[in-house]
């Protein structure tokens, strides 16, 4: 080791280099994992988010559609039997189109209602919708979700059902038991706000 | 280096790395003992040490010191590098089981507002059979109003069921559950679709959503 001062502190300092490097690749390479796997679970739950909702209008509408066929069918074609009675065990419960059978029929003669339910299926319609996070994919989500979400109301409010889940929500208590089943604010709010 | 009798190359060629080496291992000593943290010495080294020749070796602590700053650095650029990566990856295996998840949801909740007794509990009677109705009717009501209790806890067991947290958990399904081995190499969007769909797949049985769909299909046909 014949070496000058000035080589040894290049040595030094190289080795403190070497050292930095050979910290450097390793949270690089740790960074990277750590990096991809925060963004993803983050992603997966951003998506699932977003989309659970779209899905959940896409299912009503389903279920719409197949009783505004039922009762289109019915009105045709009254002489058919009624099966109610005959599926409606509770034992073996039956969780497909079929179960709309027993449903209450649709209010009939309204192309409105099934001009909005058509319009509702074309927007949440899941083939035609874009689950890439690219700008326009996700532009275009949120706009049809917004565009779905009125159709639901107006179809939900010809039909005379509820708009939100409280009552039917697994956590809720005994909401039903507020007011006198009318939904009227008056009625609500008499119980709550004590004059 | 305040060492006032340089008078020879040795010496001279000693103080100038003073402070730099003074703190080095014994030459010969080519290994770094990086769980040594420069506390227990070996014993070498303490004689050394007290032969007041060389001091304690830094260079493991030296050596941790540039590793860890260096670690932290590569940590810091490369994980900014690759979280959108992942999350684009992410975003869309979660909207996709969102989507089907979210289904069977409003599935369920089209049904049990279709029992709702609100708008009139049973499609219209018909006429001619006004007499007999009126019981059929009452009993009609009754296995109505069960049907719709238990669609109603078949709704709340999916609500529950197919939350976000629960679907990626992969506790509903038992084999699921553990992280299996090579689970460990996939990616993480990979191996929570696998859990989420295990969860979601059951449920869409359940309630049978291809017939839906095949159903809106016709009826979309025949609409125009």
Redesign the interface.
Same mark, same amino acid.
């Given at each position: 080791m014949s070496t000058t001062?000035q080589d040894?502190?290049d040595g030094?300092l190289d080795l403190? @280099?070497d050292?930095? #490097?050979?910290?450097?690749?390793?949270?690089? $390479?740790?960074? $990277? #994992?750590?990096?991809?796997? @925060?963004?993803?679970?983050?992603?997966?739950?951003?998506?699932? @988010?977003?989309?659970?909702? &779209?899905?959940? &209008?896409?299912?009503?509408?389903?279920?719409?559609? #197949?009783?505004?066929?039922d009762s289109t069918r019915?009105e045709k074609s009254s002489t058919s039997q #009624?099966p109610?009675?005959g599926t409606?065990?509770?034992g073996d419960?039956v &969780?497909?189109?079929s179960?709309?059978e027993? /449903?209450?029929?649709l209010p009939q003669s309204s192309s409105r209602l $099934?001009k909005n339910l $058509?319009l509702l299926?074309e927007l949440v319609d899941?083939a035609s919708?874009g /689950? @890439?996070?690219t700008e326009e994919a996700v532009n275009d989500a949120d706009e049809r979700f917004k565009g779905a979400v009125i159709k639901a109301k107006l179809i939900q409010r010809v039909?005379?059902?509820?708009e939100d889940?409280a009552d039917?929500?697994?956590d809720a208590k005994e909401i039903q038991a507020l007011g006198d089943g009318t939904g009227s604010i008056e009625d609500i709010s008499s119980l709550k706000i004590r004059h | 280096m305040t060492s006032t009798h340089s008078d020879g190359q040795t010496i001279v060629?000693q103080d100038?790395?003073d402070d730099?080496?003074g703190s080095s291992p014994p030459r010969g000593d080519g290994i770094i003992n990086d769980q040594d943290g420069g506390q227990g010495l070996p014993r070498e080294q303490q004689q050394a040490a007290l032969s007041g020749n060389v001091e304690p070796s830094d260079l493991p602590s !030296?050596?941790r010191?540039?590793?860890?700053?260096?670690?932290?650095?590569?940590?810091?650029?490369?994980?900014?590098?690759?979280?959108?990566? +992942?999350?684009?990856?992410?975003?869309?295996? +979660?909207?996709?089981? +969102?989507?089907?998840?979210?289904?069977?949801?409003?599935?369920?909740?089209?049904?049990?507002?279709?029992?709702?007794g609100?708008? +009139?509990?049973?499609?219209?009677q018909?006429p001619g059979t006004a007499g007999e109705s009126t019981a059929?009717t009452e009993?009609?009501k009754k296995?109505?109003q069960?049907?719709r209790e238990?669609?109603?806890r078949?709704?709340?067991?999916a609500?529950?069921e !197919?939350d976000?947290h629960a679907?990626?958990a992969g506790s509903d399904t038992p084999t699921a559950a553990p992280l299996q081995g090579d689970e460990k190499s996939e990616?993480?969007?990979v191996q929570?679709?696998a859990r989420?769909d295990a969860v979601v797949a059951k449920w869409e049985t359940?309630?049978?959503v291809p !017939?839906?769909?095949a159903?809106?299909d016709t009826?979309?046909m025949t609409?125009e």
């Open positions: 001062a040894l502190l030094l403190e @280099e050292f930095y #490097q050979e910290g450097y690749d390793l949270g690089a $390479a740790d960074g $990277a #994992q750590a990096g991809y796997t @925060e963004g993803s679970v983050f992603g997966v739950e951003k998506g699932f @988010e977003k989309f659970v909702e &779209l899905g959940r &209008l896409y299912g009503k509408a389903l279920v719409w559609t #197949q009783r505004l066929a019915k #009624q109610e009675s409606s065990d509770v419960l &969780l497909d189109p179960t709309c027993s /449903m209450s029929g $099934a $058509a299926l899941p919708l /689950m @890439e996070n039909l005379g059902e509820r889940t039917i929500h697994p | 060629h100038t790395l730099i080496f !030296l050596r010191q540039h590793v860890t700053a260096g670690y932290r650095d590569g940590v810091a650029e490369s994980k900014g590098q690759h979280i959108q990566a +992942g999350f684009d990856a992410g975003y869309a295996v +979660g909207a996709r089981l +969102g989507m089907r998840a979210g289904t069977v949801i409003g599935i369920l909740e089209g049904i049990v507002r279709g029992y709702d609100k708008n +009139g509990t049973i499609r219209k018909q059929t009993a009609a296995t109505r069960e049907k238990e669609i109603l078949r709704y709340r067991a609500v529950r !197919l976000m679907v990626f990616k993480p969007e929570l679709g989420g359940q309630v049978n !017939l839906w769909e159903n809106m009826l979309e609409k």
